[in-house]
């Protein structure tokens, strides 16, 4: 940032956040510290007061791109004092023993961190901000795009609030209400595609002294090929557990497991230590919702000079990839830097955002997708397994010129476009050394034999 | 169909059919001719009676798909007698003769037909249903998914209507009432995909003397690279000319057109002889408005037993292919057909529609986006125009087993993603036998310079 910012002047409107979620809280954090007034709007009751309902999952891989938007606002130290590190993903098979694959070098590890612990740390941030009101229980109704006045009901009075806004951040997730309004603006493109599987979050309580299960520094995965199920540590020494499977259809599927004995005779089956690990299994299985998987992808990010939005409200993405807070935390940082290079002029701003994200955000959603194969199927492939080794040793010799994809995404800032199209390149090359290796180990062995019959 | 068509009891709820246009009012002709009876309800009034503001394509091209299914309630030849043949695309270059491209054999045309007087046909024909009626100025305000019931407001009264089907069809083109509110449900699947290049409708005026002033027979080009005029004939000797070009940006673009003087200067200069027929052109320019192109894309296109969308409603597709009608009523056809499998039940019935339906949808979307560059570029490159003679030469010689795209698309009833998949092989064999050719006349070239040299 330039020593002559320009702060803007008091009297304008105050810039109105719509969503008190991760990526609007931490967003909120930002604005104030450029010395904008801020209000945030939430539809939901403060998490910090009344429980919140869930349907979202309860643990989250913090990594390099949130860790470093964290970093930006000054909240580095405190969050990763909340977080636990895994350092690979620990394969369990049906039978024999769970053996770990690291995620990168020894020194590189993504963090399991609960979402409401860092949601309700954002949220008390941005309070600490005289600058900085939040709203609850207010659900956006509607947006003036052109004129940028915000529309929220009273959840409890059923009054209705209009806020003028010198610039509307839509942060409000994947059904995002600013999103919908931009929607039905002319010429707006817009997808939402959901997956045919759906996730049912699960635990795994702690051992009689409060003690890990299992090993508490690792992803855990049971890859099934058409299913699978993970689990991520929590601080309390317990693990969020949840399974991916098919909604409905012939092999496993949600719809198939109608009672209680199927449900305790599929995990004994497909999960068996797991399974002995789970003694709320079933409850937990017909008490908690069927979570379901969408991407959206819409363009363009913003409308006019004063309206944006950011996170899942922009490019929602399956979890495969860990990134969908980390995308939308580095929204953040990306947005925060434009305002630095425009000098908060917010229209320009803006529509730098929607320029400079829309390829990164696209890149995300396809590697996420392509990630749930990846879990649930290649790492229990031994060739797999050897091409990812390889992989470490070239990165090992060749540190800036060969980075695994994972490495590039979850262990760096590089534009996530820019780490799929070098991993493209990267997987070409791989492919074609091994198959050169192989003609080369044929014909040495051709000629040794040749040799030898002389 | 079978001899024991098994038709309802009359105490079933009518069917509902959602839109009075071109697809709403040819299925309420298929269904009242099962022995259904058909409520239809048209937001906009009664075209036949009151002019009904445009914004859409004032002629279309009806071809083989259309054909079939106006033939399959009996109304081919009343249709056939409104139609302008056109046997080609006539190419306009800037300077020098048109010249033109035949869409097939001598015996194949495509056929301009107006869309209001086509339109009108089919409401009247199914109007003469005693069991068909409709109701204008009463738009789909909500539509109860599970139960099958549609909600209509009454324009003048703003009285609501409530109508209980037995089947609800959403035909109400690609802003559909009906499928917005399938959006909101689960796990929907929806894409809106927008060109950034729009539209304008112009006219070229009959002669003095009542006639055509270009070619009748034809459907006129003028391609342009980035943007490109067309023109299709109508009964009464005019031309409906729709130019297609970006909103913005750089180069050509509706945004640069501001004043009469360019617009004139911008016609004269790109489609000089297109200028000279255009009396009108400066008035016309700036009254008529300028469309957006979009593609729809969504899946499934029923809910349960009772609701199914088709039509622009389910595959809106942009119109460079002059497939959005024919798809339309092709989705007739194919529902007819599985009324029949299924016996009338409706819930079997709409289920595989999707099925059968989605993936054909999905590729004359494609196709028409592709057409766009073909129609504006491709037509006026010399190796395009070498390429489709020397499929014309194989189509002549071998017509079951090559057939260009462009035929498969518009003189037949293939399946559309049958037909994309023939063409690209055909596309790869057609290339490698040119290079073959390419190769082979090097090669006899370089033996007979060899020969001479001796």
Not at 345 to 363: L, N, P, Q
């Amino acid at each position: 940032m330039s020593d002559v910012q320009a702060y803007p002047s008091s009297g304008e409107p105050p810039c109105v956040v719509v969503g008190a979620g991760l990526a609007g809280s931490l967003m909120a954090i930002y604005m104030a510290q450029r010395g904008h007034s801020v209000e945030v709007f939430e539809a939901r009751p403060d998490m910090r007061v009344r429980q919140v309902d869930g349907g979202r999952s309860i643990n989250l891989a913090l990594s390099t791109r949130g860790l470093t938007a964290l970093a930006g606002v000054g909240l580095e130290e405190q969050v990763r004092e909340m977080c636990i590190p895994m350092r690979g993903r620990m394969i369990h098979p049906v039978e024999g023993e769970p053996h770990l694959q690291p995620y990168g070098r020894a020194d590189q590890f993504i963090n399991s961190i609960s979402r409401q612990g860092l949601n309700e740390l954002l949220m008390t941030t941005a309070e600490a901000h005289e600058q900085v009101r939040f709203h609850f229980e207010k659900p956006c109704v509607d947006v003036d795009l052109d004129e940028g006045v915000a529309h929220f009901e009273d959840r409890i009075s059923r009054e209705r609030i209009a806020r003028e806004a010198s610039l509307v951040i839509g942060a409000d997730g994947a059904y995002s209400a600013v999103r919908q309004r931009l929607q039905r603006s002319g010429r707006y493109n817009y997808e939402q595609a959901y997956l045919t599987h759906g996730y049912k979050e699960l635990s795994i309580p702690a051992g009689p002294a409060g003690e890990f299960l299992m090993e508490k520094n690792a992803l855990h995965i049971w890859p099934r090929h058409d299913f699978m199920l993970i689990a991520l540590p929590n601080l309390d020494a317990t693990f969020t557990v949840t399974l991916f499977m098919a909604f409905e259809g012939e092999g496993a599927s949600f719809d198939a497991l109608k009672t209680r004995a199927e449900v305790d005779a599929f995990f004994r089956r497909e999960f068996p230590d797991a399974h002995a690990l789970m003694p709320t299994l079933t409850d937990d299985f017909f008490e908690n919702p069927t979570g379901s998987l969408v991407t959206i992808r819409c363009s363009p990010y913003h409308h006019g000079d004063r309206v944006m939005i950011l996170g899942d409200a922009a490019h929602a993405v399956v979890p495969f990839y860990g990134q969908g807070m980390n995308a939308a935390f580095e929204d953040c940082t990306v947005f925060n830097a434009l305002l630095d290079r425009e000098g908060d002029d917010f229209g320009r701003a803006v529509a730098a955002f929607t320029e400079e994200r829309k390829a990164d955000a696209d890149a995300i959603g396809h590697l996420a997708l392509y990630n749930y194969y990846e879990m649930r199927s290649a790492v229990a492939s031994p060739y797999f397994v050897f091409r990812k080794r390889i992989e470490r040793v070239l990165h090992r010799f060749f540190p800036a010129w060969w980075i695994p994809l994972y490495s590039m995404v979850t262990f760096s800032t590089m534009p996530y476009a820019e780490a799929r199209a070098r991993a493209a390149r990267q997987d070409r090359m791989l492919t074609v050394g091994l198959i050169a290796a192989v003609v080369l180990m044929g014909l040495m062995m051709l000629a040794l034999l040749v040799a030898l019959s002389r």
